[in-house]
């Protein structure tokens, strides 16, 4: 492949960064007016962990189950998603599952969520809400952030001596702001919508940027950019890329992307094993499309499912009483 598409490719984990933005910008969307009392937040809390849980604890089994083994010292921290709290330099964020240490830091985000949320009730003016996503977009492109990850090389002063999950909490931060500043728009101007070409060729510019081999504050600039604009831009549903993105396939595979996430090293062991003797090349060949076919299988009849009895088990909906 040409280099600027492989250089691209090999900053697939700034995808990380994308997944934090857009977790804020969704959470603030979704409940910056739910959060009024404690059984608010207790109902809060219960959603996240159906959303996280039953396919994490599926990735984690499948992982121990590759590995023919039993969780070791530090490793058993992968069960209530504390992996993370290490600073940046230490791989115990990787234990079993290398993906997960995003989750851990993820259920962090959610701790602290019901407590930002009050700093954004607050009559902030939409010039204020500006100048704090400025603020924290430059204090996350400077500090490189999309670039930080559970065992990096090489380390930092703040790689060793930042937890990672609190490292990572601007780029939360930021989506949250997003969020509150799509929101002041919509209620401005209901009916506006965006140009989708001018969207695309914004997307296209960053990803030019990030393909062009240039270092890593400039692909930090490049990423959070793209996806801050994406993400504010697209959050209307209208025009012509939102109709392909909001497709009955499209939005079956994002349902499905949170197992395809978690599974995908386990997924290649197997069908490493299974193929890989057969033919070279074969296992590689075939993992993908057993990846993503497993996943969407997993999504309609084990995490939506599953996801709803949890909810309904954790959070009943009050007895009315009848009155005589």
Same mark, same amino acid.
């Given at each position: 492949?040409?280099?600027?598409?492989?250089?691209?490719?090999q900053?697939?984990?700034?995808?990380?960064?994308?997944?934090?933005?857009?977790?804020?910008?969704?959470?603030?969307?979704?409940?910056?007016?739910?959060?009024?009392?404690?059984?608010?937040?207790?109902?809060?809390?219960?959603?996240r962990?159906?959303?996280?849980?039953?396919?994490?604890?599926?990735?984690?089994?499948?992982?121990?189950?590759?590995? #023919?083994?039993? !969780?070791?010292?530090?490793?058993?921290?992968?069960?209530? #998603?504390?992996?993370?709290?290490?600073?940046?330099?230490? %791989?115990?964020?990787?234990?079993?599952?290398?993906?997960?240490?995003?989750l851990?830091?993820?259920?962090?985000?959610? =701790? =602290?969520?019901?407590?930002?949320?009050?700093?954004?009730?607050?009559?902030? %003016?939409?010039?204020?809400?500006?100048?704090?996503?400025?603020?924290?977009?430059?204090?996350t492109?400077?500090?490189?952030?999309?670039?930080?990850?559970?065992? #990096?090389?090489?380390?930092?002063?703040?790689?060793?001596?930042?937890? +990672?999950?609190?490292? =990572?909490?601007?780029?939360?931060?930021?989506?949250?702001?997003?969020?509150?500043?799509?929101?002041?728009?919509?209620?401005?101007?209901?009916?506006?919508?965006s140009?989708d070409?001018?969207?695309v060729?914004?997307?296209?510019? =960053?990803?030019?940027?990030?393909?062009?081999?240039?270092?890593?504050?400039?692909?930090?600039?490049?990423?959070?950019?793209?996806?801050?604009?994406?993400?504010?831009?697209?959050?209307?549903?209208?025009?012509?890329?939102?109709?392909i993105?909001?497709?009955? !396939?499209?939005?079956?595979?994002?349902?499905?992307?949170?197992?395809?996430?978690?599974?995908?090293?386990?997924?290649?062991i /197997?069908?490493?094993?299974?193929?890989?003797?057969?033919?070279?090349?074969?296992?590689?060949?075939?993992?993908?499309?057993?990846?993503?076919?497993? %996943?969407c +299988?997993?999504?309609?009849?084990?995490?939506?499912?599953?996801?709803?009895? /949890?909810?309904?088990?954790?959070?009943?909906?009050?007895?009315?009483?009848?009155?005589?």
């Amino acid at each position: 492949m040409p280099r600027q598409v492989t250089v691209f490719l090999q900053h697939g984990n700034l995808g990380v960064a994308l997944f934090f933005i857009l977790s804020g910008f969704i959470l603030y969307y979704s409940y910056q007016d739910n959060l009024q009392s404690f059984r608010d937040i207790y109902k809060f809390f219960v959603a996240r962990f159906a959303r996280l849980y039953p396919v994490y604890l599926l990735a984690l089994l499948l992982g121990l189950l590759v590995e #023919m083994r039993l !969780p070791r010292g530090a490793e058993y921290l992968v069960f209530p #998603m504390l992996q993370s709290w290490f600073p940046a330099v230490s %791989s115990n964020g990787y234990s079993i599952v290398a993906q997960a240490w995003t989750l851990s830091v993820e259920a962090f985000f959610y =701790c =602290c969520f019901p407590f930002l949320i009050l700093l954004f009730r607050r009559s902030l %003016s939409t010039l204020t809400l500006w100048l704090i996503a400025g603020a924290v977009f430059a204090l996350t492109v400077s500090l490189k952030i999309p670039m930080f990850h559970s065992g #990096m090389h090489p380390p930092s002063w703040l790689a060793n001596h930042i937890l +990672l999950p609190v490292l =990572c909490l601007p780029e939360f931060v930021f989506g949250m702001t997003l969020g509150a500043l799509f929101l002041h728009k919509q209620q401005r101007n209901p009916h506006s919508s965006s140009n989708d070409w001018i969207t695309v060729a914004g997307i296209v510019l =960053c990803f030019l940027v990030i393909g062009s081999g240039a270092g890593d504050l400039l692909v930090s600039l490049a990423g959070v950019l793209c996806f801050g604009w994406a993400i504010y831009r697209l959050a209307d549903g209208r025009g012509w890329l939102s109709t392909i993105l909001s497709s009955k !396939p499209l939005m079956l595979l994002g349902g499905a992307s949170y197992s395809i996430y978690l599974l995908q090293a386990p997924n290649r062991i /197997i069908v490493r094993r299974i193929f890989g003797g057969l033919h070279p090349g074969l296992d590689a060949a075939l993992a993908p499309f057993i990846l993503i076919s497993a %996943s969407c +299988l997993i999504f309609l009849f084990y995490e939506e499912p599953l996801r709803g009895w /949890i909810r309904r088990l954790l959070t009943p909906k009050p007895v009315a009483r009848s009155i005589s």
